[in-house]
């Protein structure tokens, strides 16, 4: 798969638009962390209209650095994601207060349950499973819960590498999905290839898992730091992408852009419109402006910043 993009020339017009990529990144969503959020100054500025921002809950981060940047960004018309890490709540009264906080002062209703990235759980929480079964997150009314997806597997759940343990997890939130009121989705970890993704989603729809796929895709980044990542986060298979432009010299030192990735991504949804791939979920491994900016360039109507909308 060809990944090296050209550089228009200085002066020239803007990229014409993909009309396919531009349908496909409509409604896209991006993660961000209190200490990168605190580097932009004008989420308006780069954000469509009500995107939604999932705030990733890194272990050590204090509550309040969270809660605060949930309160800045839906004060700004966004819709808040918050992540619940598992493993890192040590107990049921935590949880409640979270939930309290995040409704009270940055009225969320919407939360990434996941297990979270630490081996050893601080307290009585494993999974995410646990976190829904106290209840907490639909009596505060929350509308959207949203579940990890792993196209690629996952080791700590998996040990043997097989899927038996998350296609278990996966089977017991699709029933959790068919009694709750709230709208729920699988938002994966990044990938770098797109067949092995789009089988996994047809193997999930045929076991009747039918929860919409809201995928992972890493934003423009230097290789190096996609590696990086993509190793300490557990990409799987995919990584040979990587590895491969890795050991091209032309293209050690060019920045990684997923336009290819997302252009047989983005046919694939055309030609199927009923995937259960439903929306993109970037990681702005090289920045959140970076990344923005890239969707700006290649989104079209899909991607025009808030502040350039007219209600």
């Known amino acids: 798969m060809a990944l090296l993009q050209f550089k228009k020339k200085p002066g020239a017009g803007p990229l014409p638009v993909n009309p396919q990529i531009e349908a496909f990144l409509k409604g896209y969503s991006i993660e961000v962390m209190p200490r990168t959020a605190a580097k932009v100054g004008d989420f308006t500025a780069l954000l469509p209209k009500g995107t939604r921002v999932y705030i990733a809950h890194i272990e050590g981060t204090p509550i309040e650095d969270m809660v605060a940047t949930a309160a800045r960004l839906s004060a700004d018309g966004f819709d808040v994601m918050p992540h619940f890490p ?56 929350f509308t959207n819960l949203h579940f990890a997806g792993h196209p690629e597997g996952n080791r700590d759940i998996d040990p043997d590498g097989s899927d038996k343990n998350v296609m278990d997890a996966l089977r017991w939130k699709q029933d959790f999905s068919n009694r709750t009121d709230a709208k729920t989705a699988l938002a ?9 993704v789009i089988e996994w989603a ?28 993509a190793i300490a986060c557990g990409v799987g298979p995919s990584l040979k992408v990587l590895q491969k432009r890795a ?31 439903a929306q993109v979920h970037f990681f702005p491994l090289g920045g959140i402006k970076t990344n923005v900016n890239w969707a700006i360039a290649h989104g079209g109507k899909s991607a025009v910043p808030a502040s350039q909308t007219q209600d």
Do not use: C
């Not at 045929?206 to 990086?228: E, N, R, S, W, Y």
């Open 86 to 141: 598992a493993r890192i709540i040590p107990d049921r009264a935590t949880l409640a207060d979270w939930v309290s906080r995040y409704r009270g002062d940055a009225n969320v209703t919407q939360a990434l349950l996941l297990a979270g990235g630490v081996s050893k759980p601080l307290g009585e929480f494993d999974n995410s499973m646990q976190l829904l079964e106290t209840g907490l997150f639909d009596s505060a009314g």
């Open 188 to 196: 994966t970890q990044f990938v770098f290839e797109a067949k092995p």
């Open 202 to 229: 047809d193997a999930l729809k045929k076991a009747g898992i039918d929860m919409p796929i809201h995928l992972g895709i890493a934003g423009p980044a230097k290789l190096q730091t996609l590696v990086k990542f």
């Open 247 to 277: 050991k091209d010299m032309t293209k050690l030192l060019l920045p990684f852009e997923p336009t290819d990735l997302l252009t047989e991504l983005a046919a694939y949804k055309a030609e199927n419109p009923d995937s259960n791939i």
